[in-house]
């Protein structure tokens, strides 16, 4: 079974071989409208930059908060677009190391060199 993406490149070289349009589609089993549909070219620079420049001067802050510091600044950006341009242009936070427990090396249990010197 293909996936879409690869229904639509079979479907684009069938017609490029001859086969009518309606054809190619009736063989892949697409509609017309997903063969013909070319998608708008947004330019997203502006916001791109905007984020990366939110998330040098806050590198702990994740989307959410770069998201509502740009709409503060008065651009007009849906939050699900801020998600997917975070996760594209790899600014996520970077995860805290977890500090290393002391003691952890010791043996168990510790013997007492002297009374009270080990309770518990």
Known sequence: M????QRR?????????????????ELTSLSRTVVTYLPKEKDDSAVIEALKEHAQRHPREGSRKAGAALRREGTCVNHKKVERLW????LTVPV??????????????????YPNHVWA
């Open 2 to 5: 293909l996936e879409a993406g």
């Open 9 to 25: 490149q079979a479907a684009v070289a069938l017609h490029g071989r001859g086969i009518s349009q309606r054809r190619c589609c």
């Open 87 to 90: 996760r594209v242009h790899g």
């Open 96 to 113: 805290k190391r977890r500090q290393r427990r002391r003691g952890k090396g010791l043996e168990r249990p510790i013997q007492p060199l």
